[in-house]
């Protein structure tokens, strides 16, 4: 349905800033939601924060106030900026679409990134 290929990732020390990417392509018109999900070694994955078609965007309690979600809709591309980072932050960064394509629903993923927070 739609192919989504991350990219970004990286070290970082505490306290810094990491904007990760996420280019779809594909069946661009049938995404209704795109998000940014993580996976920390020994954890669930969780969600991070996520945007509708029509702009709309929430966040993990735990992120608000430092993270980020926007989307470039030329580009078929949507950013997590991450700011003031904490080792908790640790994990493989994954990007989600969630569509509808010819009336059933689908959840595509990325590859994955990985971000490391540390000194």
């Known amino acids: 349905q739609v192919q989504l290929v991350e990219s970004g990732g990286g070290l970082v020390q505490p306290g810094g800033s990491l904007r990760v990417s996420c280019a779809a392509s594909?069946?661009?018109?049938?995404?209704?939601?795109m998000g940014w999900y993580r996976q920390a070694p020994g954890k669930e994955r969780e969600l991070v924060a996520r945007?509708?078609?029509?702009?709309?965007?929430n966040y993990a309690d735990s992120v608000k106030g430092r993270f980020t979600i926007s989307r470039d809709n030329a580009k078929n591309t949507v950013y997590l900026q991450m700011n003031s980072l904490k080792p908790e932050d640790t994990a493989i960064y994954y990007c989600?679409?969630?569509?509808?394509?010819?009336?059933?629903?689908?959840?595509?993923w990325g590859q994955g990134t990985q971000v490391t927070v540390s000194s």
């Open positions: 594909g069946s661009i018109d049938s995404i209704t939601v």
């Open positions: 945007i509708t078609r029509g702009g709309s965007t």
């Open positions: 989600n679409a969630h569509g509808v394509l010819i009336g059933a629903p689908y959840d595509d």
